[in-house]
């Protein structure tokens, strides 16, 4: 369910304000074949979806900012026959009631319509940096100069990017969005307690991932993203998700799942022992990894660095393997070479939200952008030492790590979004005996 039409009113009046002027252009995601005449489930782009709660396909968003605001929504009409094949449709009027905007036309008449929205416009805001519909627009400004008799090549529009604008709005999360976060990281979290109470020797990974698709589906919700259950060195691939292999007795299994609901995703991993029990070497690995995770979400609070918050999880794992042997020298000096990229090779986390990789993720890795409430961003750190290590002692070989949560900063610190599911190795091996 969408949210108020008042909601996407708001979030468009507040695009039209960054903008200032001009026209800005947002379709929605256009549907992937699959195969020959089977197509992906329809999933609406991001973007969009943030500002109309849309979810049909073949859909345009135009806004145009200044003082005769206004947005305009193409989308399908209703057809009995074609609803009859392909299912319901909102049609124009209920398009617009969902999305609140000012006008709504048939889809078919958007080449009709574009020229006369586009008169007059001098700044354009695409949906993306470089876009497909560059040439579109251009054709209709030379569509509209025509009709208007003033033909002039030159005069085609200052094109700039509507997705930074709406990138910064992104950033912060409404209650209503939090609201739902919070539901989809619950469930993802619970399902993953079910997944472990499944595993056991013999059990294969796609198994596991059959329990997750039971709990994500009897909520309504579905994959954010292709679920990662990795045993044993699988897990050494950080995005291994074949998951057709058997659960080995004395390997660890990751799991990095989320579900998306009402395309609202979630993020969580877990690494737990197949049979229920932690090795004596896979007990170290994963206490470095756990203390990383955990120090790191300590600091997540208005005003810190995500950057910041990497380096320190980077100190924690160097210092670790540097105890147990995995690395040899000293610790500035590995830190400063990057000898922990061998085993850490990815950064601490990223923002969640109408994508799983959200709005923002890029500025919070690199340190551009510090924490600030409504933030929602996982902090997923791991460590990873390949099976043919040959620098390692083989005892270590092919354990591979992550913990991660999906967390909400708030104006003191930050909520646990993922708490549901046990992390302490006491808590996760009682956990498995139930
Ligand atoms: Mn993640």
Redesign the pocket.
């Known amino acids: 369910m969408p949210f108020s039409a008042q909601i996407y009113r708001e979030r468009r009046r507040r695009l039209a304000e960054k903008t200032r002027e001009g026209i800005a252009i947002i379709p929605t995601a256009s549907e992937q074949i699959r195969s020959r005449d089977s197509d992906f489930p329809f999933r609406p782009d991001s973007y969009f979806y943030y500002l109309t709660g849309f979810a049909e396909p073949e859909a345009v968003l135009v806004i145009i900012a200044g003082e005769h605001e206004r947005s305009i929504l193409f989308c399908l009409k209703r057809d009995i026959k074609e609803e009859q094949w392909f299912g319901h449709r909102l049609g124009l009027e209920g398009a617009k009631k969902v999305s609140g905007v000012d006008e709504v036309y048939p889809i078919s008449s958007l080449d009709k319509e574009m020229p006369w929205l586009l008169m007059d416009q001098r700044v354009v805001y695409l949906p993306g940096e470089t876009s497909e519909w560059v040439e579109r627009i251009k054709n209709w400004f030379v569509d509209i100069q025509i009709a208007m008799g003033k033909f002039r090549l030159h005069d085609q529009g200052d094109y700039r990017n509507a997705y930074d604008l709406l990138d910064e709005m992104r950033l912060i999360k409404q209650p209503e969005e939090i609201s739902l976060l919070r539901q989809a990281a619950q469930i993802s979290a619970y399902a993953l307690n079910t997944a472990m109470r499944a595993c056991s020797p013999g059990v294969a990974e796609y198994e596991l991932e059959a329990v997750l698709a039971h709990k994500f589906r009897r909520e309504n919700s579905v994959y954010a993203f292709q679920p990662i259950v990795a045993g044993g060195k699988n897990a050494c691939i950080l995005h291994y998700i074949e998951n057709n292999c058997l659960l080995k007795n004395g390997d660890l299994v990751l799991m990095?799942i989320g579900c998306e609901l009402d395309c609202y995703a979630s993020?969580i991993?877990r690494t737990f022992p197949i049979n229920g029990k932690f090795s004596r070497e896979q007990k170290i690995i994963y206490k470095i990894v756990l203390a990383a995770q955990e120090a790191a979400i300590k600091r997540v609070k208005p005003g810190n660095n995500f950057f910041d918050l990497h380096r320190m999880a980077v100190r924690i794992i160097t210092a670790g393997l540097i105890k147990h042997g995995l690395l040899t020298g000293e610790l500035e000096r590995l830190i400063k070479d990057k000898a922990y990229m061998r085993f850490f090779m990815h950064s601490l986390?990223?923002c969640v939200g109408l994508d799983?990789h959200d709005s923002g993720s890029k500025e919070i890795r690199d340190g551009q952008q510090v924490l600030r409430p409504g933030m929602v961003l996982?902090v997923?750190p791991g460590i990873y030492i390949q099976p043919d290590d040959a620098t390692v002692d083989l005892k270590w070989r092919g354990i591979g790590i992550r913990i991660?949560d999906t967390v909400l900063v708030t104006e003191s610190g930050c909520e646990i979004l993922t708490a549901a599911a046990p992390k302490k190795i006491k808590d996760i091996e009682f956990l498995m005996r139930q």
């Open positions: 990095d993020d991993s986390g990223h799983t996982t997923e991660e």
